[in-house]
């Protein structure tokens, strides 16, 4: 009960500052700011303003279902279900590690497809409405293939370790665990950029040379080396 009482105030205390904050876009959707309106046109402002309103309500949604399904995997037994099936079907044949990691990979998924309707609403409904999706059915439907193939690429071995470090370190295993995930995450700052984002994103040099020397020489004055 504890716990649902502090998801509670949360989830209260998260909708109380958001609706202050749609109220007072909503109070001056119909003027520019003085110290922009000689250079944001109203119309601009009016639809900056109707775009954070519906993506307000839009995360207050989110946050209720998020907080339901929260509550769906604990206090109501969700995940223990999930890991009862799962166990019963794997463990006796291939053991604990294969069962753990499945359980990962089905809790994962079914927490997915739970999310997949506010996703796609929110990109085809929500962004489409306001000109900022260029995003087709088939390349979102490639990009979650890819996404799901990179992550159990990346994510499969790495629990595995986390897993084997947490049965065979003692009471050290945390400090391993933590360690194995430093060395992970240095490794993503250069896998990153150079291997993973340019799989589901387009990247080309800037076509307007003076802009890329005004860019370059910012870059020089803050320290930042970059190619």
């Not at 009862?84 to 294969?98: E, K, S």
Request: charged residues 15%; positive net charge; glycine residues 6%.
């Amino acid at each position: 009960m504890t716990f649902a009482a502090a998801l509670l105030v949360s989830v209260a205390l998260k909708f109380w500052l958001a609706t202050r904050q749609m109220r007072h876009v909503a109070a001056h959707r119909a003027a520019v700011p003085a110290a922009f309106a000689a250079t944001v046109p109203l119309a601009a402002h009016q639809k900056a303003a109707d775009y954070t309103l519906v993506r307000s309500r839009f995360a207050l949604l989110s946050l209720a279902l998020g907080s339901a399904v929260l509550l769906g995997w604990t206090l109501l037994g969700g995940l223990d279900v999930l890991n009862t099936v799962v166990r019963d079907a794997l463990q006796p044949r291939f053991g604990d590690m294969a069962y753990q990691l499945a359980l990962l990979v089905a809790f994962v998924l079914v927490g997915g497809l739970l999310d997949a309707p506010l996703e796609i609403y929110n990109t085809f409904r929500i962004e489409q409405r306001f000109g900022f999706n260029r995003m087709t059915w088939r390349l979102y439907l490639v990009d979650v293939a890819k996404g799901l193939l990179i992550g159990a690429a990346i994510g499969l071995p790495l629990a595995a370790l986390v897993l084997w470090l947490m049965a065979s370190a003692g009471a050290w295993w945390w400090l391993a665990a933590w360690l194995a995930w430093v060395a992970f995450q240095l490794l993503m700052l250069v896998i990153y950029p150079t291997i993973i984002a340019p799989l589901f994103n387009k990247f080309e040099p800037l076509p307007d040379e003076s802009l890329k020397q005004r860019v370059q020489a910012l870059m020089a004055r803050c320290g930042f080396a970059a190619k």
